[in-house]
């Protein structure tokens, strides 16, 4: 299989992790309770008898075993207009901004912030979720504060988002990386697509909040490199414009798990570090299945992906916000070098690496 591949390793000049603020924010719902809710929607759409007991043996098969996930959007199966749509993310950014700061006023942070970078995969607002931080926390993000908003990075959103606020100028002595995603804004029971309903199944609400600083600290976290790939799949993940809103969508749902286990093999066949020389990584892959097969590749045993797994039991797959609660949680541990490994629509991977401050 032939890849397109840019590939990006960069070496980063004294930034360190200082705080990473990981919520737990929306009403839990667990795959048995969750499937109980789809079952009457999947039993009345407009499908041949065949067909649909195929698709509700699909849906639960991917909602088998204990999981659970994070809702911020109450009447998720309800939105049936773009209003609808958009309100519910509006207000799910609203809630997660509140646990944001409510959990970042109890760390030590900086006396101001010099940037605020934002980002979001599901959604769209303006003024954006930068401005709405700003407006929420005037105290230490001041007026002249350099505010931007990230959309469409995916899963991949939340490393993208550390590697860009990792190279801002010297000027920006501390930024504020913060990451909203509510997969459920973008429900649509009504669909057939049966790509629109692994969405459904596999996704959950989060949110995250890193600060990053050009002053070193014991016990923080140094950014020492990281590593992007972007192959030349831009059609696997995406999203596809339904009736009133866009939902999730892959171009080849049966070849979709293949497709994603060459491209992230090809890039980390370009990444140069040692196979397994790491105290703790952090995965983030589309499935379990996935995550496994990563697992052999990078040389790790099974006890190394106990973090990620945890994770996604906990909290399903939360896009890019799922990557620094696996961070925050192994950086709390004992692990002295950490690496990360996300991947997501593009195709594109994302790495890096970090060490604890003696």
């Known amino acids: ?50 067909e649909r007991l195929s698709l509700e043996n699909f849906v639960r098969l991917l909602l088998i075993g204990w999981r659970t996930r994070r809702i911020l959007c109450p009447d998720f199966l309800e939105l049936r207009s773009f209003s609808d749509h958009a309100a519910a993310f509006e207000a799910a950014v609203t809630e997660a901004v509140r646990g944001l700061r409510r959990e970042l006023d109890q760390m030590e942070v900086p006396a101001v912030f010099d940037a605020v970078v934002a980002i979001s995969s ?19 993000i001041p007026a002249e504060a350099l505010l931007v908003d990230v959309s469409n990075g995916g899963c991949t959103s939340g490393a993208r988002g550390l590697r860009l606020a990792s190279r801002l100028g ?32 596999t996704f959950g609400d989060g949110a995250a909040a890193v600060w990053l600083s050009d002053e070193p600290a014991p ?11 972007h192959s030349g799949l831009p059609e696997l993940i995406r999203w596809q414009y ?3 809103y866009y939902r999730f969508a892959v171009s080849d749902l049966g070849g979709f798990e293949q497709k994603v286990r060459n491209a992230v093999f090809a890039a980390i066949g370009h990444f140069d570090w040692e196979r397994g020389r790491a105290d703790a990584w952090a995965l983030h892959p589309a499935g379990m299945m996935l995550l496994l097969s990563l697992a052999k590749k990078l040389g790790l045993e099974r006890q190394e992906l106990e973090p990620s797994i945890r994770h996604f039991r906990k909290f399903s797959n939360m896009s890019g916000a799922s990557l620094l609660h696996i961070l925050r949680d192994l950086w709390i541990s004992d692990a002295k ?8 629509a593009g195709f594109h991977v994302e790495a890096g690496r970090g060490k604890v401050l003696e």
């Open 1 to 50: 299989m032939a890849f397109f591949g840019l590939w990006h390793s960069w070496h980063l000049m004294g930034r360190y992790v200082r705080a990473i603020c990981a919520p737990v924010i929306g009403v839990e719902w667990a795959n048995d309770a969750l499937l109980e809710a789809l079952l009457p929607y999947v039993r009345t759409l407009p499908l041949a008898a065949p």
């Open 122 to 140: 599901t959604g769209n607002l303006l003024p954006g979720i930068a401005d709405r931080l700003a407006e929420a926390w005037p105290d230490r």
């Open 170 to 201: 010297p000027e920006y002595k501390n930024v504020l990386l913060a990451v909203v995603e509510v997969p459920t804004s973008l429900t649509d029971p009504c669909s057939v697509d049966r790509a629109n309903w692994q969405g459904l199944c």
């Open 219 to 229: 016990g923080a976290l140094e950014v020492d490199r990281v590593y992007s790939w």
């Open 242 to 244: 339904g009736p009133s």
């Open 337 to 344: 070098e950490l690496r990360w490994l996300a991947m997501g």
